[in-house]
């Protein structure tokens, strides 16, 4: 998504990685393995080793060299096909990772069960340059790309580092930590950490209505962080918008921008959350809608229910426009019940509702249909 404002941020990015107490100013700080996985400890925790695998589709990563593989694009090109298992010890991976559409099933385990542990984590951007010529563009920027149906994550951060402040030259800033297109993607526990375009939730295709579930995850940038046309639940996630000292002014940013195909009647939905900042009050607008040129028909959706509003977004004014042609009162925005500062209502012309009749179709359940991610164990 393209910023609000027009010159590159020299702002940097504030990583909440392992209580690291880095300012605005500091780079990307990752916190040492934990002491149960140091030498001669069990790096895979309760999920076997490769000495003792609970199935034959189970690889161990380990940047020590005590698994399968030292990195995860090495697991994901061994592990072919459908139904495999990545338990990732402690340790930053830094690198790109690609999961193909054909290696459906597939699930990636944060071996210590805190994802402040297992980083994986790159620096590319939009405006980064492409061998042979051009830029990556946002996609291509993705530090991981999933397309496969059925992927399930826990215990991981996803992260991109890439920092305006380093790069002034370059314009196109949207950097993502992560993009997920595929059907029945399933994140638990999961830290999604950048600056612009941070979590891409997608499809494959226009006419794909790509299902995806967040629970308990934490989500941090600044412009469009999350973005995308995906089918999306947001249960009990915490979304933290980051300071920028570069702009004089409000808006920083935006928490949303979905784009929503206009045949797809659910958009993103989130429920039992909680967004903070650590810009100034009223500094962030909620969302606004992004009708792309690949689809203007698209009617961006999202229903925020039953969740805390800091100070941080602007309460009296919380949606934008990204395009005038688009206005955001004609797309498929709406709260209900929401709490904290930045959900008190003073322009109820600006702060669509929902009624008891219509919340009650606005659920995990009526989004996702048959597929109940909530009851899936480890």
Request: one cysteine or more; charged letters at 15%.
């Amino acid at each position: 998504m393209r910023s609000p404002h027009p010159h590159p941020s020299s702002s940097r990015r504030r990583f909440l990685l392992a209580g690291a107490g880095a300012g605005a100013g500091a780079a990307l700080a990752l916190s040492a393995a934990p002491s149960w996985a140091g030498p001669g400890r069990r790096p895979f925790g309760r999920f076997g080793s490769p000495a003792a695998r609970p199935t034959p589709r189970t690889l161990y990563v380990d940047p020590a060299g005590r698994g399968d593989h030292t990195t995860v694009s090495a697991a994901v090109s061994a592990a072919s096909g459908s139904g495999w298992t990545l338990v990732l010890a402690p340790g930053t991976y830094r690198e790109t990772v690609a999961v193909s559409a054909a290696r459906t099933g597939a699930t990636w385990i944060g071996a210590s069960e805190d994802p402040r542990d297992v980083v994986i984590v790159y620096d590319n951007a939009a405006g980064t340059p492409k061998p042979g010529g051009g830029t990556l563009g946002t996609t291509g920027s993705a530090t991981t790309t999933v397309q496969a149906d059925g992927f399930t994550a826990r215990w991981i951060t996803f992260a991109n580092d890439w920092l305006r402040a380093d790069h002034p030259g370059v314009t196109g800033t949207q950097a993502v930590a992560l993009k997920v297109q595929g059907d029945r993607s399933a994140f638990f526990n999961c830290r999604f950490l950048g600056h612009q375009d941070t979590l891409y939730a997608d499809s494959t295709a226009l006419t794909a209505f790509a299902r995806q579930y967040y629970a308990h995850c934490h989500v941090e940038g600044d412009v469009d962080f999350v973005f995308g046309r995906a089918t999306a639940v947001f249960e009990h996630c915490h979304f933290r918008t980051l300071d920028r000292t570069d702009l004089a002014s409000a808006p920083y940013g935006f928490v949303f921008a979905p784009s929503t195909a206009g045949a797809n009647p659910r958009g993103y939905l989130v429920t039992h959350g909680r967004v903070s900042s650590a810009a100034p009050d009223a500094a962030y607008k909620l969302a606004r809608p992004w009708v792309p040129s690949s689809d203007t028909t698209a009617r961006p959706m999202l229903t925020v229910r039953e969740t805390r509003l800091g100070p941080g977004v602007d309460a009296v004014a919380p949606y934008a426009d990204m395009s005038s042609a688009h206005p955001w009162q004609d797309q498929r925005f709406a709260e209900y019940r929401n709490t904290g500062p930045g959900a008190v209502i003073t322009v109820p012309a600006n702060r669509p509702q929902l009624n008891r009749v219509q919340a009650a179709s606005a659920t995990r359940e009526a989004y996702l249909g048959d597929w109940t991610p909530w009851t899936e164990g480890c």
